[in-house]
């Protein structure tokens, strides 16, 4: 494995105090590189485990992948990504996506790739110290607006999650990293890395200064057809939601709805179960320790930055979290086969 690239863990915030420091102290001393949180509506604002977090490591990166400028004021995305900072003594980064499913909450999202590039030139302009004001189309500062505590570093990296060109697009413009959450599709790597090149030429950049971050539902244990089974469920009611942003993908229609249906209804298992394997692999990390480290190696060699095991990580989260360390690490790490030397 190259060694600019990243292995991470993405956790889902519903956990009691505590478990976060027992999860993170785990994942450093197995050498994970990057631990996120998710900020998916209804669950435990990121920055509770983010700090917890921080408080028990010394070299992960840390950040929540994503906050979304609706549902939080991009001064307040400021202070949440700064306190981070501090308390991981320069570790964070900060994650921003339009967010899905604030229809329950009666959140609109009107001009969604505005609302995430003006959030983010108040959130950077807050964090160099910039009151010199700021007028968006969304978002604004007032002349002389400043915020009234220390910040660690005025550039934390910026990582956009989008799966669409326009959103890719701005990420190639303004980001460090672009994550696509919910797929292990290692044919979507090269349609992400047109897009992200597209918005970074434009910018005088090169595409390749963004790193490509996959992510998705992850389900490890030595028993690969009992990870699987819990996958399928796990993923269904990502899969109603992402699976029509691949364009290398084609669902048939009528199975695409019935899992809408029966994820709407509640019942995830009976969803899972009409998602077949070969679909399985493309939207999940899924199956035995080697069977999870060959889909994160197809994705490495596909040219991503970081792959990133979304929970539930194994049939329990610790003992996923454990196997994903001690088994599936040291096969993405070990050394290649030094090349044959002709005689």
Avoid at 18 to 34: I, K, N
Avoid at 100 to 108: D, K, N, P, S, Y
Avoid at 139 to 147: I, K
Avoid at 175 to 181: F, L, P, S, Y
Wanted: proline residues 7%; hydrophobic residues 45%.
């Amino acid at each position: 494995m190259a060694n600019d690239v990243e292995i991470g863990l993405g956790l889902q915030s519903d956990k009691r105090a505590g478990d976060y420091a027992r999860l993170a102290r785990g994942a450093e001393e197995h050498g994970f590189d990057v631990l996120t949180v998710f900020g998916d509506l209804m669950y435990q604002p990121p920055i509770f485990p983010l700090l917890e977090m921080a408080a028990v490591t010394g070299r992960v990166r840390l950040g929540a992948a994503c906050l979304n400028p609706f549902s939080m004021a991009p001064y307040e995305i400021a202070g949440q990504v700064a306190a981070l900072d501090l308390a991981s003594d320069g570790r964070a980064y900060l994650g921003l996506a339009r967010g899905t499913w604030l229809g329950a909450v009666g959140i609109g999202q009107p001009r969604p790739l505005t609302a995430i590039e003006e959030a983010a030139e108040v959130v950077y302009r807050l964090l160099r110290g910039d009151s010199g004001g700021y007028e968006g189309r969304v978002f604004r500062l007032l002349p002389g607006t400043a915020l009234r505590y220390p910040v660690r570093r005025p550039d934390p990296p910026l990582l956009i999650g989008a799966w669409g060109p326009k959103g890719a697009a701005l990420a190639g413009r303004i980001a460090d990293e672009i994550k696509v959450g919910g797929s292990a599709n290692p044919a979507m790597v090269a349609v992400i890395r047109d897009r992200v090149r597209a918005g970074a030429l434009a910018a005088g950049r090169a595409g390749e200064e963004v790193g490509i971050v996959f992510g998705a539902v992850t389900v490890v244990d030595a028993d690969g057809a009992a990870a699987r089974d819990r996958a399928r469920a796990e993923v269904a009611m990502y899969l109603a939601v992402v699976a029509e942003l691949d364009p290398t993908v084609e669902i048939p229609a009528d199975l695409l709805a019935r899992v809408r249906e029966l994820v709407g209804a509640g019942r995830h298992r009976d969803a899972g179960r009409l998602v077949p394997d070969d679909l399985l692999d493309l939207f999940a990390f899924s199956g035995t320790p080697e069977q999870v480290a060959a889909q994160a190696q197809a994705l490495i060699d596909a040219g991503v930055r970081r792959v990133e095991f979304g929970t539930p990580h194994g049939l329990a989260d610790m003992r996923g979290v454990d196997l994903l360390g001690s088994a599936v690490l040291p096969l993405l790490r070990r050394e290649p086969a030094p090349a044959s030397v002709a005689p």
